[in-house]
């Protein structure tokens, strides 16, 4: 069994930043994908970014590629998701996902973390 907890949601306005931090605990593995995923009140759950824990690749939606950063400290078992330039659209629960090699679904979820981008 995996965990993960999210931090680092809060309030900011348009423009800002903030960090999301992903510990992993249990049983983690070094093969493994681990994405962010949002869901804004109202809509669908949708993909943000994923990082493999081993190789460090990672993949961006088209709607934060170039303001969202995805990393990880393996050490800490511990994923990142720096958010740059947010916008009020970024508003939503981020919630972080662990996927085993090999495994086309994620899982493990965490809790999920408000973010909320004021105008």
């Known amino acids: 069994q995996v965990q993960l907890v999210e931090s680092g949601g809060g309030l900011v306005q348009a423009g800002g930043s903030l960090r999301l931090s992903c510990a992993a605990s249990g049983r983690t593995f070094s093969s493994a994908t681990m994405g962010w995923f949002r869901q804004a009140s109202g809509k669908e759950r949708e993909f943000v970014a994923s990082i493999n824990w081993n190789s460090g690749s990672t993949t961006y939606a088209d709607s934060v590629k170039d303001r969202f950063t995805i990393s990880r400290d393996n050490a800490k078992n511990t994923v990142y998701l720096q958010m740059n330039s947010l916008k009020p659209d970024d508003t939503a629960v981020y919630y972080c996902?662990?996927?085993?090699?090999?495994?086309?679904?994620?899982?493990?979820w965490g809790q999920g973390t408000q973010v909320t981008v004021s105008s």
């Open positions: 996902a662990a996927r085993p090699f090999g495994v086309v679904q994620y899982p493990y």
